[in-house]
């Protein structure tokens, strides 16, 4: 079992930046891919980014590409999104997910869930 927490939500005018952060406990962090997706409202959860075990291996959305950059701190059990020149479609419910298998850009590939974090931007 793996549990995770998300922080760094908020609300942040357009052009902005934020970091979040999501904590894991439960198992040894390295053993798991990490991934964030995020949810907007009416919409389905999306993909946005994604992180090997040992944080050598990278995938983005293209709508997140060269914006937001995802990185992982295997001593301290957590993975962040650093998120910079968001735009109000930005706006979402940030996910963190861990997956048991590989780096994926499909959530059934993610085994256990955050309970998420709400970024706002406004315009």
């Known amino acids: 079992q793996v549990q995770l927490v998300e922080s760094g939500g908020g609300l942040v005018q357009a052009g902005g930046s934020l970091r979040l952060s999501c904590a894991a406990s439960?198992?040894?962090?390295?053993?798991?891919?990490m991934g964030w997706f995020r949810q907007a409202p009416g919409k389905e959860r999306a993909f946005v980014a994604t992180?090997?075990?040992?944080?050598?291996?990278?995938y983005y959305a293209d709508s997140v590409k060269g914006r937001f950059t995802i990185s992982r701190d295997n001593a301290k059990n957590t993975v962040y999104l650093q998120m910079s020149s968001l735009k109000p479609e930005d706006t979402a419910v940030y996910y963190c997910?861990?997956?048991?298998?590989?780096?994926?850009?499909?959530?059934?590939?993610?085994?256990?869930w955050g309970q998420g974090t709400q970024v706002t931007v406004s315009s």
């Open positions: 992180i090997a075990r040992s944080g050598s291996g990278t």
């Open positions: 997910a861990a997956s048991n298998r590989y780096l994926s850009d499909t959530d059934v590939a993610y085994d256990y």
């Open positions: 439960g198992r040894t962090f390295s053993t798991v891919a």
